[in-house]
């Protein structure tokens, strides 16, 4: 079984749980024994980014009778609180994308949500649930460094934006002042929320990107992730590495895979969030719970898992195509 993974705008697009569902990808084949191709002696393209060239090249192996996937980051509701015009034009990426995703022969989601939007767009293809995964080397290497006495750190990965959640942050970084509230990722001026009106708060960080993320796992004692929506949510698996805590808001996404008060907290307001911050902190065996079943549940999406449930996915949809 040979595949051709394509991303396009791979050399623009640097960061994001896009860039790292690709380079998951391409790992979760290497550990199901599926062979990584570059050129056009493949049976199967996956398409990884919903651009227009993506599109022709589909259509191009089409006519050749090369099965094609498309994964399915990229929805009109993750978009729509990312960019300041992403509202204005959800309703017209939301029919681009059914245009672009009814292209292939298959779908491959993170997650069962995600699945369900697509059908609500009209989209008839098969789609299959497949975690985005985490590098078990990632698994493998996550150790905590924390020593006795070091500052207790409340920490959240991802794009500083409204989507993500960083108002109910910022507001819970004025409510624990006695604690440092440390956001890391990639700031973008005149796209994503302005965060020079929060940097007034003492107690609030904001490093913008960082090259390796590991470090900075290192130094948190609670992973608080209030984002209002996501396809998945790859950071929650990197955190659960590290063995952290969870505190997520209560959406869709999350339904069956993160479980209120074993491997999580689940909250819907900022009141919510301080109530779950305020038991982690009091609760030691509350807080070791959480850290041992959010580790659990990493290794559940390791991508030696996920590599073996590709090539399954992969073999089905290469015997639907072959017998159409």
Not at 56 to 80: C, M, N, P, W, Y
Not at 89 to 115: H, N, Q, V
Request: overall charge positive; aromatic content about 10%; hydrophobic content about 35%.
């Amino acid at each position: 079984m040979k595949v051709r993974i394509h991303m396009e705008l791979k050399n623009l697009i640097k960061t994001g749980g896009v860039v790292t569902a690709y380079h998951n990808r391409m790992k979760a084949c290497t550990y199901g024994g599926i062979e990584i191709v570059d050129g056009n002696d493949y049976d199967i393209l996956q398409v990884e980014f919903p651009g227009i060239g993506s599109l022709l090249l589909s259509k191009s192996a089409k006519r050749r009778g090369k099965a094609v996937v498309f994964a399915t980051h990229i929805t009109a509701e993750d978009f729509q609180d990312t960019f300041v015009f992403g509202r204005a034009i959800s309703s017209y990426l939301r029919k681009y994308l059914k245009m672009i995703y009814s292209a292939g022969d298959a779908l491959i989601s993170p997650s069962e949500y995600t699945k369900n939007l697509l059908r609500k767009y009209g989209i008839n293809r098969p789609v299959y649930i497949l975690s985005n995964g985490i590098d078990p080397k990632f698994l493998k290497d996550a150790n905590r460094k924390k020593k006795e006495g070091d500052e207790f750190v409340i920490g959240c990965v991802g794009f500083v934006t409204k989507r993500k959640g960083v108002l109910t942050f910022a507001n819970l970084a004025k409510r624990f002042p006695e604690f440092t509230f440390r956001w890391v990722g990639d700031i973008r001026k005149n796209l994503l929320f302005d965060v020079e009106k929060l940097k007034d708060i003492p107690n609030l960080q904001f490093t913008g990107y960082v090259q390796d993320i590991r470090k900075e796992y290192e130094k948190f004692d609670v992973f608080l992730f209030p984002s209002y929506e996501e396809n998945q949510g790859i950071v929650l698996l990197e955190a659960g590495a590290y063995s952290l805590p969870l505190i997520v808001r209560d959406i869709p996404v999350y339904e069956g895979w993160l479980h209120d008060g074993e491997n999580c907290i689940k909250c819907s307001t900022d009141e919510d969030f301080e109530k779950a911050l305020e038991e982690i902190i009091n609760n030691k065996n509350l807080r070791e719970k959480l850290s041992r079943n959010s580790r659990k549940l990493a290794e559940q999406h390791s991508l030696e898992i996920v590599g073996k449930k590709l090539r399954k996915i992969y073999e089905e949809i290469l015997s639907s195509n072959s017998s159409m």
